[in-house]
């Protein structure tokens, strides 16, 4: 491990280097603004000198608040350099979550993208004993605002040039003092349980996944990528901070949220990852798109994706595709596979990666048979991102991948997956009992997620191991593994199934209320809110439809039976999700227990109150009688 | 220290019906300054003869120290006032980009001929214009509309939109008609800030007529009242709730609260 760089030194190196490359770019004013790695490091410099002036010390905390903005990759970097520890938090936090965080983390320095995120935190200020300084980058709105423990992020750069003209070399001398072994990030998990755990991630675990992702995938210096998924999430850290110091390719920053799917059309970026959700919203589009074209066009799309589909089925049996189809592709290419990918901003694209949940088999095929090259990756916070992921030519729906090298794999105990190798995080931040519960004294970290590996090798994830259980009949019960079949459904956006010592299984349904929407819309169907929309007969029975659909690649046992629609989203802010729409399983359960009662007592409505946390942190209630339908024909019988 | 704007006295009638009678105001530079009353008192009347719209019948209007009470529209937005109106006027085919650099339109020097040819000198224009326009899309966070044209967007993105349209003249006096008319709770806020923003950073003098008595009260440095044409009231938010002809105007006489009108 000796033979590691710290990542301050891989900005020394790139400043060296690479000086005159574009590092960053920032749509700004409708252009992208580059900025070369010699930019990048004096910028770092200069703000880490700013903060060291106003007292950051070794091991202090700075957690960066906003959307993905060069300035705010450049604060973490800074404080990395001064051998302090970055802790990046989500931008959409309501008040009680990012309170928690910053106390737990001790986070002395917050930089803080907009007037908006400023003003969450001066709410806060009086909550937050550790907090000594808070910076903003954009100044628009905040003339009226003084405190002297406030500072635009252009005054810290201005002190950082003073100070280091009185310093000479202090830069540098920091920088020789990091150790490998140093923590550089927080990555707080937003877990399904309980409040937040921080995990510390070393040099050492970061440029380790680094590498590991290099020597898996096809890397290069002249890549360019789009960063646009929110800066706490550990693969924005590993993928957008870490690879782009370790390699020197240029990373993108969209102009704001709503603009990111024009951008990437823009930019071509040479590799995407996205979750599925942003898959399926691409899908959707191109969908839409196609069924409102006319005739002969569309009649042209619809055929030659047909062929493309029936190609991908061919090769991923391993079978020869025939002569004559393989003329369609060449002519689909140049008519419609090619100007597909181009619209979507993936025609420069060699790799585009899924993760954090299940993406639909039918989707998945739809993208590789236009030419995208999307596979599966897998991994969790603690192992720094990276556990597995898809080689080119084993590309597959259904696996996690294969374990990268140098990351070893065991099934434990009630199938839970194991993981070892230098990714392995140092610990849960002051939290050592959470930590030993997790990682065993020989480095294995038990990841809390049941799966197998495949004949191929390759890593199956079932579900979370905790939440496998049996049904009254003694059939096991994998809860998302019945969501997942579920929510591939265009219709249904979130899904969550009991019956863990039940007879049957049942599922809480929210339907997405764009895809329904338009669908009530073409047929007449009227309605004014969310609440109306998912409560209509016509609505009801769409996804009975669906349901049953799902259910027929469910095994008998595991069918869902009975269900309701939600007359909500589940919702972060109301805790019942995290921020990366993983169930709160447990905390549902309590919620809706009226909901769960009436499924089994077989009555045919319930009285749902359902408590709403609005973005300003108020609470207010719903109440609703919610009809529980029957999937079969017939109503089942306990 | 004299106003930057000066209304002296000014009348005006349609027919027989006096729309505006002998109302004063002065604004001095930087100020915000809302105008209120009930349907009818002759608030548009009032900003329609500051834009130039209409010319008062009798009394005054000094902008800058210069008489412009019978200037027209054209010369009075070049003078640096600016308006958006109370029914959108967007050009609905045109693109949210064009709007705004029409908007630009009075700083423009370029013949139709140059351009036409669109090299050199015409060109460094576009570029500058360009960047001011791409200022005020940044400043009202419609950088996804840019390419949207007009008469797509929702109702409070095109008064959104209509804003940055009156900004991009680069106005010193910016007067705006009902504003947040017609706009949900939230599009209310972002208006509410977006005014309030213009004002502080930019300095910019602003004349508003809103019917929203929360934000009124909430963003302005001074009210003045106009009940049937006639000033009533003109003073801080806090001395103008307080007065009690102001409440007689809105609430009328020993009427029951629930029967106000004032949104």
């Known amino acids: 491990m000796a033979d590691r760089l710290t990542l301050p030194r891989y900005l020394l190196r790139n400043a060296a280097q690479y000086a005159g490359r574009p590092a960053i770019r920032e749509k700004d004013r409708g252009i992208w603004q580059t900025f070369t790695w010699r930019q990048y490091h004096d910028h770092v410099r200069d703000i880490a000198l700013g903060l060291a002036a106003l007292g950051f010390k070794r091991g202090d905390k700075l957690s960066v608040i906003g959307d993905n903005r060069p300035r705010l990759y450049w604060s973490q970097v800074a404080a990395i350099c001064l051998g302090g520890v970055s802790v990046p938090v989500y931008q959409d936090s309501i008040a009680k979550e990012l309170a ?17 995120q400023v003003d969450k935190i001066l709410a806060l200020k009086d909550t937050l004993p550790t907090l000594r300084l808070l910076v903003y980058e954009d100044p628009r709105g905040m003339l009226q605002y003084r405190f002297p423990w406030l500072r635009s992020l252009e005054e810290v750069e201005e002190l950082g040039r003073r100070f280091g003209a009185e310093h000479p070399g202090y830069f540098q001398a920091e920088i020789d003092q990091g ?31 680094g590498e590991t992702l290099s020597a898996a995938e096809d890397i290069r210096l002249d890549d360019d990528w789009l960063a646009y998924l929110p800066m706490a999430w550990i693969g924005d850290s590993l993928y957008t901070l870490v690879m782009n110091l370790m390699v020197g390719f240029t990373v993108n920053c969209p102009e704001s949220p709503e603009t990111v799917q024009r951008d990437l059309r823009e930019l071509g970026p040479s590799a995407v990852l996205a979750p599925p959700r942003i898959w399926e919203n691409m899908l959707t589009g191109v969908q839409v798109r196609a069924a409102d074209a006319h005739g002969i066009k569309r009649r042209v799309f619809e055929r030659f994706r047909d062929a493309a589909e029936r190609a ?18 060449a002519l689909g290419e140049f008519f419609v596979y090619g100007p597909v990918r181009d619209q979507l901003g993936l025609r420069r694209t060699r790799w585009a990666y899924t993760g954090g949940a299940p993406l639909g088999p039918d989707t998945f095929r739809f993208f590789r048979s236009f030419g995208i090259n999307l596979k599966q990756i897998y991994g969790s916070t603690e192992v720094t991102g990276l556990v597995s992921l898809q080689p080119d030519a084993e590309a597959n729906p259904t696996t996690a ?32 009992d959470a930590t030993r519960e997790v990682v065993e004294a020989d480095g294995w970290f038990h990841t809390g997620d049941a799966g197998f590996v495949d004949p191929r090798g390759h890593l199956v994830i079932i579900d979370r191991a905790k939440d496998v259980g049996a049904l009254a009949d003694g059939s096991a019960f994998a809860p998302q593994f019945i969501e997942n079949k579920l929510k591939f459904s265009p219709y249904i956006r979130e899904a969550v199934a009991f019956g863990d010592a039940k007879p049957f299984v049942a599922a809480m349904v929210a339907i997405d209320p764009n895809t329904v929407g338009s669908w009530a819309e073409r047929r007449g169907v009227a309605y004014t809110s969310y609440h109306d929309l998912s409560q209509k007969p016509e609505v009801r029975a769409l996804v009975r439809d ?75 209630t719903l109440r609703a009688t919610v009809h529980i339908e029957d999937v079969a024909e017939t109503p089942v019988h306990v | 220290m004299s106003a930057l704007l000066e209304i002296r006295e000014v009348s005006k009638s349609f027919g027989g019906v006096q729309a505006v009678t002998k109302v004063s105001l002065d ?46 529209p054209s010369r009075i937005a070049e003078l640096g006032v600016a308006r958006t109106f109370q029914n959108i006027a967007l050009f609905r085919g045109m693109t949210v980009l064009d709007n705004l650099m029409l908007g630009r339109h009075v700083h423009m020097k370029t013949g139709v001929l140059g351009a036409f040819v669109y090299w050199g000198l015409a060109q460094k224009e576009e570029v500058v214009h360009r960047r001011r326009v791409e200022d005020i899309i940044d400043f009202l966070r419609i950088q996804d509309l840019r390419r949207r044209p007009c008469g797509s967007l929702a109702y409070g993105l095109q008064k959104r939109v ?13 007067l705006l008609d009902e504003p947040m008319g017609g706009c949900n709770h939230e599009e209310k806020e972002d208006m509410a800030r977006f005014i309030l923003d213009v004002n502080e950073e930019w300095g910019t003098t602003i004349i508003l007529i809103e019917h929203d008595m929360g934000v009124v009260m909430d963003i302005s440095d001074r009210v003045a009242v106009l009940d049937m044409g006639i000033k009533i009231s003109d003073g801080t938010p806090a001395e103008v709730r307080a007065n009690p002809q102001v409440i007689k105007a809105y609430l009328g006489d020993a009427k029951p609260a629930t029967e106000r009108r004032d949104g």
């Open chain 1, 546 to 620: 669906e349901i049953r659909r799902g259910n027929e690649t469910l095994p008998e046992a595991q069918q869902v039976r009975r269900f309701l629609l939600l007359t909500k989203d589940l919702d972060a802010d109301d805790a019942e999700i995290t921020r990366t729409r993983k169930v709160r399983r447990r905390y549902v359960a309590e919620k809706y227990a009226p909901v769960i009662d009436a499924f089994y007592a077989r009555r045919d409505t319930v009285e749902l109150a359902t408590s709403v946390t609005y973005e300003d942190g108020r609470q207010g």
């Open chain 2, 162 to 174: 209509e804003l940055g349209r009156a900004l991009a003249l680069d106005p010193k006096v910016l």
């Open chain 1, 179 to 209: 150790r490998v072994d140093d923590v550089a990030l927080f990555a707080y998990t937003s877990g399904t349980t309980g409040s937040p755990k921080g995990a510390m991630l070393t040099h050492a675990n970061l440029v380790a996944t």
């Open chain 1, 401 to 432: 991948g294969r374990p990268c090298p140098g990351v070893e794999v065991k099934i434990g105990d009630k199938g839970e997956v194991l993981v070892r190798g230098a990714g392995v995080f140092k610990g849960y931040f002051k939290n050592d």
């Open chain 1, 312 to 329: 991908e089925i061919l090769r991923a049996e391993g079978k020869p595709v025939p002569l004559g189809l393989r003329l369609a592709l």
């Open chain 2, 27 to 72: 604004v001095q530079g930087g100020e915000l300054v809302s105008v209120i009353g009930p349907n009818g008192a002759g608030k548009t009347t009032l900003l329609n003869m500051i834009s130039g719209f209409y010319h008062p019948d009798r009394g005054h209007i000094v902008l800058a120290g210069a008489d412009v009470s019978h200037a027209a």
């Open chain 1, 100 to 116: 928690y965080v910053l106390n737990h983390a001790e986070v002395a320095v917050v930089v803080a993208e907009d007037q908006e």
